[in-house]
């Protein structure tokens, strides 16, 4: 399995990135699909989660701000993050919970990390 995580970078405050999460060996069908993120010297958080049939779950930090979306076609999900804060920055990673191709038992997949910086 394999989850790719791109988009991350350094913008002001206020502004907008967007992530991507393109994957590959998981049934993105039946997929809950998510991102977490780590702040140094913090433990990962919940950031945003959405599953099969798109229900939504945000964090209380970022209710109203971002958007989670997921495209079956591209086998893809994203994140939408506008009105940033210096408190976003941390590494995002993609996540899912679901099933590898061929196989029946669901356990959770990391990507490797996108680097978001919010500059104040």
């Known amino acids: 399995v394999q989850l790719q995580a791109s988009g991350g970078g350094l913008v002001q405050a206020g502004g907008s990135l967007r992530l991507s999460c393109a994957t590959a060996?998981?049934?993105?069908?039946?997929?809950?699909m998510g991102w977490y993120r780590q702040a140094p010297g913090k433990e990962r958080e919940l950031v945003a989660t959405?599953?099969?049939?798109?229900?939504?779950v945000y964090s209380d930090s970022v209710k109203g701000r971002f958007t989670i979306s997921r495209d079956s076609a591209k086998r893809t999900v994203n994140l939408q993050m506008n009105s940033l804060k210096p408190d976003d920055t941390a590494v995002y990673y993609c996540?899912?919970?679901?099933?590898?191709?061929?196989?029946?038992?669901?356990?959770?997949?990391w990507g490797q990390g996108t680097q978001v910086t919010v500059s104040s």
């Open positions: 060996g998981i049934t993105f069908s039946d997929a809950t």
């Open positions: 996540y899912a919970h679901g099933r590898r191709w061929g196989r029946t038992y669901v356990t959770d997949y």
């Open positions: 959405i599953t099969s049939d798109s229900r939504e």
